[in-house]
């Protein structure tokens, strides 16, 4: 079992900037690949960013250049740099840890990131 805690999230103006954090449970980053996605209100949730268990990075289009996955192994905390925010980037961001093709898929409880001025 892993526990994922965010943290971060708030009311920032366009053009501003916030780092999200999501603090697990325990040593996980060698075996599991950790995502970071995001749902605003009537619309789906969609990836946003991801981190895999060998390091690599990978983005959504719609925040290529502005936002920034990286992960402290010592801490057992993933982040996400999120720059330039935008207010289509107005929803709840969550945390998630997975083992590709495995069933083991855990979640955190959100975070609100508003986007407004």
């Known amino acids: 079992q892993v526990q994922l805690v965010e943290a971060g999230g708030g009311l920032v103006q366009p053009g501003g900037s916030l780092r999200l954090s999501c603090a697990a449970s325990?040593?996980?980053?060698?075996?599991?690949?950790m995502d970071w996605y995001r749902q605003a209100p009537g619309r789906q949730r969609e990836l946003v960013a991801r981190i895999t268990s060998d390091g690599n990075t990978d983005y959504a289009d719609a925040v290529k250049g502005r936002f920034t996955i990286s992960r402290d192994s010592a801490k057992n905390t993933v982040y996400l740099q999120m720059n330039n925010l935008k207010p289509e980037d107005t929803a709840v961001y969550y945390c998630?840890?997975?083992?590709?093709?495995?069933?083991?898929?855990?979640w955190g409880q959100g975070t609100q990131v508003t986007v407004s001025s």
């Open positions: 325990r040593s996980i980053f060698n075996i599991y690949d």
């Open positions: 998630n840890a997975h083992i590709p093709i495995s069933s083991l898929d855990y």
